[in-house]
């Protein structure tokens, strides 16, 4: 249950808010109080609250079902109550016209802090709602000096932008560690109410005290779930009413961004239409089942004195068991590559029997062709011809790729086709990722470059690569090459960018079709797995479809004595198949 304070807090704030736009989950009235009007006006000005939401995922919006978070019903508030709003922000996310926003998922304060320095500062907000630290918590990265990091981000911000507002967030109750959060909401609390004692335009807004740990948490146990935002927004809304004497105008036009325009609260201020037959799915949002080892899928890490290591374990689809699955209920084996002995490869196989299962006598096959890992080249698995297997991709050590045909069988019986990429100068095998861009079934080429940026040559459908490398991928930078992989995490049969973080969480962005540029167009769905397996090689982290969903499960190799151990998270996420258009709710 909510303390009584946070309870009146936010039902006062629910009080002046006009029926249609009051936050989901809160019983309103078809009539206005008589004194509503009096006291909008009486509380607006005449110029713009230039509102910055600064943070991680939660002001982004992640486990919310539009994207928005609160950032769309507190924006519908200060507008019922009179302000002229424009939101700012580098980054624009969720399904509403003014969603701007400097949200950045898995950020840490001192991160945060960063991207503010390098984009938010120049955008001079006169309101700025900080929430940061969970990410702190889950990394747990010297928590106890939480509130010192967090006051030289608020010390920063009131020293560059001249005149600003700012209002600081607890932090939401966590399932995975709540004695954190709530350790670093208590430090946030002494900031505000000790540290900045006699500030008059700094605020608190206590969603850790508000927020039920049971009903409004989304079911990954970090971020809020709708009904979570929706009180969120509230705090937000009734810490702002008590500074509203205290804001000023913004200190300076924005250089080189969006003008103070006032832009439509869809659906109230604006007509919603849907084109009649569209199928509207939303957001990715990602859940997974701990299912603990799999006994069957253990892999010895020698054989015959030739070693197998983590770079060479891989989940692909190389034999169909039975033909009982159709498309899209594939189901990977687990292959290791030996290697030692006379020089060349060893590749065993264990069977995927469905339920997390593996066949317990591995079998051995054999690729035609030569791979020497030991001199720079790198195995891929994928299906090359859309046939429903995965063939084996051989990338040289110059970037050059070639490929055999998986022809079936049991073991599998490969056929060589030769190179069918050039080498590219200047990249490496490491820099090569095999991916299905456009959803035709047919792997393409990628290749990440310096700047963390990806280009792609797609399949012209038969199996030719002559085309030129078009950028694909450009929405993150100065990312450890290592840690990038391409798969399909929401299956759709599109590949989405995933970065493997330094814990093993996992951060997203949904592939969601070709655009009008033909390229595809990325949905940024934030960190959707928390790792906290502890500092670790991105090798160490896996994905394959173990339960035949046909989206990518969660894998960690632990590596135990002789052998490594497969521990697995199942993927029961959903949504985000269906690319949407329309400024509606879904």
Known sequence: MWPAEAVIGAISTLLYLQADHVAPGFISSNSTPSWHTSLAKRAAQDFFLRVMPLGASITEGIGSRKGTGYRDLLRAQLRTRGWNVNMVGSKQN????????????????????????????????????????????????????????????????????????????????????????????????????????????????????????????????????????????????????????????????????????????????????????????????????????????????????????????????????????????????????????????????????????????????????????????RVIFADFNNDGLDDFFCVNAQAGVSVSLNRGGRPPRFESIGQVVPDREGFTADDVRVAQIDGDGRADYCLIKADSSIDCIRQNGQGEFNGALQLTFDKLSGIDKGRVVLGDINGDFRSDYLRIGENGNILAFINSGMGSNNAPEWRDAGIITQGGLGIMPPELIKFGRVFGSSKLDYIYLDENGGNFEVHAWQNTGKGGKVRVTEDCPP
């Not at 954190?180 to 006699?198: F, K, P």
């Not at 498309?327 to 030996?338: K, N, P």
């Open 94 to 377: 969720g399904r509403f016209e003014d969603n701007d926003n400097e949200g950045h998922p898995g950020l840490t304060i001192n991160q945060v802090h960063g991207e503010f320095n390098k984009t938010g500062k120049a955008l001079m907000p006169n309101l700025v709602l900080l929430n940061a630290g969970t990410n702190d918590c889950i990394r747990q990265i010297d928590t106890n000096n939480a509130g010192a990091r967090l006051k030289a981000l608020i010390d920063d911000v009131f020293t560059t932008v001249p005149g600003v507002t700012v209002v600081v967030s607890t932090l939401a109750p966590s399932r995975k560690n709540d004695s954190c959060s709530a350790d670093l909401s208590q430090q946030y609390r002494d900031l505000v109410t000790n540290t900045y004692r006699g500030n008059l335009r700094i605020g608190m807004a206590d969603l850790h005290a508000a927020i039920n740990i049971n009903d409004h948490l989304h079911p990954d146990g970090v971020h809020p779930n709708d009904a979570g935002y929706a009180i969120f927004a509230s705090l937000w809304m009734e810490a702002i009413r008590k500074l509203e004497d205290q804001i000023q105008p913004p200190a300076a036009v924005i250089d080189d961004g969006p003008a103070d325009v006032q832009r439509p609260s869809p659906p109230n201020d604006k007509e919603c239409i849907r084109t009649p037959g569209t199928v509207v799915d939303g957001t990715y949002l990602h859940e997974q089942v701990e299912r603990g080892v799999l006994s069957s899928a253990k892999i010895p890490k020698r054989v015959d004195g030739r070693e197998a290591t983590p770079s060479q374990i891989f989940f692909a689809n190389v034999v169909i068991m039975n033909n009982l699955f159709k498309r899209g209920e594939e189901l990977d084996d687990r292959i290791a590559v030996y290697r030692g002995g006379d020089g060349g490869n060893r590749y065993v196989l264990s069977q995927n029997r469905a339920g997390g299962n593996f066949e317990t006598n591995a079998m051995e096959f054999s690729v035609g062709i030569d791979c020497d890992v030991s001199k720079g080249a």
